[in-house]
Antibody, heavy 116, light 107 residues
Framework: QVQLVESGGGVVQPGRSLRLSCAASGFSFSSSVMHWVRQAPGKGLEWVAVISDDGRNKYYADSVKGRFPISRDNSNNTLYLQMKSLRAEDTAVYYC?????????WGRGTLVTVSS | SSELTQDPAVSVALGQTVRITCQGDCLGTYYASWHQQKPGQAPVLVIYGRTKRPSGIPDRFSGSSSGNTASLTITGAQAEDEADYYCNCRDNSGNHVFGTGTKVTVL
């Protein structure tokens, strides 16, 4: 069955960096478009970034553009989100999600808390 | 960037029908999808391609659209349908956007 397992979350100070990972299994990862979606505590869903199946095309929400590069390793079925210059407003659960035009599989998420 | 607007909250009596709407420019070009999210859980896809249901989603969930508005209808709402619902579509820039979310309460 499809599994997406996020890791790398935690508490980090403002201005610091953190890298999230998502281990994928149960489907053809190298043929799948992948996303990161986040949800701040008590708030709605916010799309963060997308990467094409071959890693060549990447798009970002304005709120993270230039700070959160997305990448992938198809040989290890892993998706990444490198989070830099973190701000308090980046505090959220970060979900790894599969899909091109719609999001059919979601991980359980990893919590990132930006606080001094 | 695109925006998708939803009513913040709706309520429905057990067994009755409720419609949730979503408005935004991207819906005039791309199909909406809908996600259900219960407290403490990851979202679950309930409608995609405007009207299609993933395997395992009850047929009381249906989708429709007209112009820049998409709708999710729950016909014969059950207690387990109480959740937050989010619409979603992509825009011409390759970006995706979620709706503001609708909290559905089943009375």
């Amino acid at each position: 069955q499809v599994q997406l397992v996020e890791s790398g979350g935690g508490v980090v100070q403002p201005g610091r960096s953190l890298r999230l990972s998502c281990a994928a299994s149960g489907f053809s990862f190298s043929s799948s478009v992948m996303h990161w979606v986040r949800q701040a505590p008590g708030k709605g869903l916010e799309w963060v970034a997308v990467i094409s199946d071959d890693g060549r095309n990447k798009y970002y929400a304005d709120s993270v553009k230039g700070r959160f590069p997305i990448s992938r390793d198809n040989s290890n079925n892993t998706l990444y989100l490198q989070m830099k210059s973190l701000r308090a407003e980046d505090t959220a659960v970060y979900y790894c999600v599969r899909g091109e035009y719609y999001f059919d599989y979601w991980g359980r998420g990893t919590l990132v808390t930006v606080s001094s | 960037s695109s925006e998708l607007t939803q009513d913040p909250a709706v309520s429905v009596a057990l067994g009755q029908t409720v419609r949730i709407t979503c408005q935004g420019d991207c819906l005039g070009t791309y199909y909406a999808s809908w996600h259900q999210q219960k407290p403490g859980q990851a979202p679950v896809l309930v409608i995609y391609g405007r009207t299609k249901r993933p395997s395992g989603i009850p047929d009381r969930f249906s989708g429709s659209s007209s112009g820049n508005t998409a709708s999710l209808t729950i016909t014969g709402a059950q207690a387990e349908d109480e959740a937050d619902y989010y619409c979603n579509c992509r825009d011409n820039s390759g970006n995706h956007v979620f709706g503001t979310g609708t909290k559905v309460t089943v009375l």
